[in-house]
């Protein structure tokens, strides 16, 4: 099973470009990298998801290098309302597989 | 369109007894996952069902066991409740498998 490590705390500014990385060195070849964003007391909420190079969408982009065994999750111009815990996920998208979530990155947005 | 609903969303049980949460997913999405979460930690995988078949079960006692209905619906089941089991019970779905969960917002289960 895929391991992720991720910073336990990050502090920006409302209007800045937030990036917050996640390693994964044991990434497997059919393994996808999700990110989710947790707000208190509510359930997670997909932000992105990618397999290779740079995908982008309303919200977020997430860059992979080549190698893939790192990636970055890029918040453009946060506001305080993305003050949240961040989980970076690596995993099959088989329904058999056992996705594990780590404790996440806590962003506070300062303004 | 409704997302993930689950129910109750409060609960407060006593050591040794029963607990039953529901969770009703997304209209066409086939796969249910339940999760539990507790302060301060990431959410932590027990079940997953897809088309009324568990296809996957985390680290967890035979105390908890679930099941899914012909309408995709799930229930969550612990025995036996101990003071531990206390947590945020976290119910997703998806049309197959970890391609993209949705969340429901939690059950809160605190046992005295």
């Known amino acids: 099973l895929a391991k992720t490590t991720q910073p336990i705390s990050m502090d920006s500014y409302e209007g800045q470009e937030v990036n917050i990385t996640c390693s994964h060195n044991?990434?497997?070849?059919?393994?996808?990298i999700t990110w989710y964003q947790q707000f208190p007391s509510q359930g997670p909420r997909f932000i992105i998801q990618?397999?290779?190079?740079?995908v982008t969408n309303e919200v977020a982009s997430l860059f992979i290098p080549a190698d893939r065994k790192s990636s970055t999750l890029s918040l453009p111009r946060v506001s305080l309302s993305d003050t949240a815990v961040y989980y970076c996920l690596v995993g099959a998208m088989d329904s058999n597989y056992q996705l594990i979530w780590g404790a996440g990155t806590k962003l506070i947005i300062k303004p | 369109d409704a997302g993930v609903t689950q129910s109750p969303t409060h609960l407060i049980k006593t050591r040794g007894q029963h607990v039953t949460l529901r969770c009703s997913p997304i209209?066409?999405?086939?796969?249910v996952s339940w999760y539990q979460q507790v302060l301060g930690q990431g959410p932590q995988f027990i079940f997953q069902?897809?088309?009324?078949?568990?296809?996957g079960r985390g680290n967890f006692p035979d105390r908890f066991s679930a099941r899914q209905f012909p309408n995709y619906s799930s229930e969550l089941n612990v025995n036996a409740l101990l003071l531990g089991d206390s947590a945020l019970y976290l119910c997703a779905s998806s049309t197959r498998g970890n391609e993209k969960l949705f969340f429901g917002s939690g059950t809160q289960l605190s046992v005295l």
């Open positions: 069902y897809y088309e009324k078949e568990e296809r």
């Open positions: 044991n990434i497997a070849t059919n393994d996808y």
């Open positions: 209209s066409g999405h086939k796969s």
């Open positions: 990618g397999y290779k190079t740079k």
